[in-house]
RNA sequence: GUCCCCAUCGUCUAGCCUGGUCUAGGACAAAAGCUUUUCAAGCUUUCGACACCGGUUCAAAUCCGGUUGGGGACGCCA
């Protein structure tokens, strides 16, 4: 039974590189009918902080990757210790004392000197001379000779483990048989081979993950835009749209397709064709994405996300307000959207009376006097007993057709009155959403008062 | 510096393993057009790549070597 794992550190959020390592990891896992692992790396105990760990759990559970197992390196000090001592008692590793080892000098410190407080020795694998193969299932083999690593340190002076021997110890005990992680990460595949064979443990099957890069190039950071998972969510980004786009990245269901869900993913995964070339994050293959979805979105689940904003922004109120109304202006919207906040400010005019108006439209398309025609388009719409869209569109159809004026000369300083922008929805489909009363009250601001 | 990995349009990729079907396919972006009431969406079209050099072969994007370029790792961090 193919049995993979997840192994963040709790030191930072969940970000996009370990999102995918999560993903394929987890894609793995089910198209093989195996079970997904989630271990955390909280051996760093200064570091690691509960915030992150909720924050790294809540945005797995959000992409749709969840594990069947999880544990927690923190709570098994005392295996790796156990382990570390075996190999000391067969002569394999020794102890030394920090300062020892750091100098590189033999054996600096007086006879019954004590160590720095809570200070003991660390346990350090020998590293014999010799080769070590990674059969790579992406990379294909890998050689590397022992000369370039070190003697390895098992346990710290402080009792606790490295990263590499704890890593080795789970992999064993969790009985992981393929160890899918990041490329950063193939230099360490050396090191834990050689306690594998240390501690007489079978060795799993490695797949290295091509590395995704920023678009300046080199590794992904703050200062070259967003990581981690969070705020794509924040920004208003779908989980799934996030998901097909992580799946993408190294990888390809094949048939020219482009969206895909997690479920047909998991059909089509194919851990051999994944790619080794490292991958550049492309933001608008993302925005295009997220698009995608969005306007293929269910509008009642988007009023549902939308809902919290909104009432913080006091756009509506919390526990009473027009849900039908919210609806409507979701179906006219959702098409436009890149990611879903940007909701909030192609729809402010829908909320606020007092909406935010772009001068520059004003100028352009307001400046001349338009208060006849506002006007008498203002009394024809109050005159409609229905009030929807294909009545609206005929009553101005039939104005301009009598005033003889292009359809365009009034339709853009009408949106321009009742949105204060320049862009958005058909102007009908938006003059039934904002209602008779409101229309006829942003067209009256234009209209001058004949005294 | 040492070691390791990688190399197809600007970007993500298909093809490469199992040479010929590749005058290299798709998607994003860009440009143009259609539609039209602006924007978005949609549809159509255009632009655009096998890093370089050598070798193997009747034949190389595909196999081999080198060069260059990019990336990663060298912690008692993970």
């Not at 749709?64 to 190999?87: C, H, M, P, T, V």
């Not at 590397?144 to 098992?154: A, E, M």
Request: net charge neutral; glycine share 6%.
């Amino acid at each position: 039974m193919v049995r993979v794992r997840f192994a963040p550190s709790p030191t930072g959020n969940l970000h996009i590189g370990g999102a995918r390592t999560a993903l394929f990891n987890w894609l793995y896992a089910k198209s093989q009918g195996g079970k997904f692992i989630l271990r955390i790396e909280d051996t760093d105990t200064l570091r690691s902080k509960k915030e992150y760990l909720e924050e790294i759990l809540f945005s797995l559970k959000w992409l749709g990757l969840d594990w069947d197992e999880i544990y927690y390196q923190s709570e098994r000090f005392n295996i790796y210790k156990e382990y570390a001592e075996k190999l000391l008692s067969q002569g394999k590793a020794y102890k030394a004392d920090k300062l020892t080892a750091e100098t590189g000098e033999e054996q600096v410190s007086a006879p019954g000197e004590a160590h720095p407080k809570g200070e003991g020795q660390a346990i350090i694998l020998k590293v014999l001379p010799g080769k070590v193969q990674i059969e790579d299932m992406i990379r294909g083999g890998i050689e590397f000779d022992t000369s370039v690593i070190k003697d390895q340190v098992l346990i710290k002076s402080d009792g606790s483990p490295t990263y590499n021997f704890a890593c080795v110890v789970d992999d064993s005990l969790m009985n992981l048989t393929h160890i899918i992680r990041g490329d950063d990460h193939i230099s360490n595949t050396p090191k834990q081979i050689l306690l594998y064979r240390a501690l007489g443990l079978a060795i799993p099957k490695f797949a290295h993950l091509p590395l995704i890069l920023a678009k300046e190039g080199g590794r992904l950071s703050k200062r070259k835009g967003a990581t981690a998972i969070s705020e794509y969510r924040d920004m208003g980004y779908l989980a799934k749209s996030l998901v097909n786009f992580l799946m993408l990245l190294g990888w390809s269901p094949g048939e020219n397709r482009e969206i895909l869900d997690i479920n047909e993913a998991v059909k089509l995964f194919d851990i051999h064709h994944i790619n080794k070339t490292a991958a550049i994050l492309d933001m608008d293959k993302l925005s295009w994405l997220n698009n995608q979805y969005l306007k293929n979105e269910d509008p009642q689940k988007l009023v549902d996300a939308l809902v919290p904003e909104l009432a913080a922004r006091n756009w509506i109120a919390k526990d009473n307000f027009d849900r039908n109304y919210l609806l409507s202006l979701v179906k006219l919207l959702q098409a436009r959207l890149t990611v879903l906040s940007d909701f909030f400010e192609r729809a402010d005019f829908f909320f606020l009376d007092d909406f935010p108006v772009d001068p520059k439209a004003v100028e352009k398309f307001l400046s001349r006097d338009l208060s006849r025609e506002f006007l008498l388009f203002s009394e024809r719409l109050e005159k409609l007993e229905k009030f929807e869209v294909p009545e609206i569109e005929e009553t101005f159809r039939q104005l301009v057709a009598e005033l003889a004026i292009e359809a365009k000369a009034l339709i853009h300083p009408i949106r321009v009155a009742l949105t204060g922008k320049t862009v958005g929805p058909g102007l009908f489909e938006l003059i039934c959403c904002l209602g008779k009363i409101r229309t006829k009250k942003r067209l009256a601001k234009w209209i001058k008062k004949e005294s």
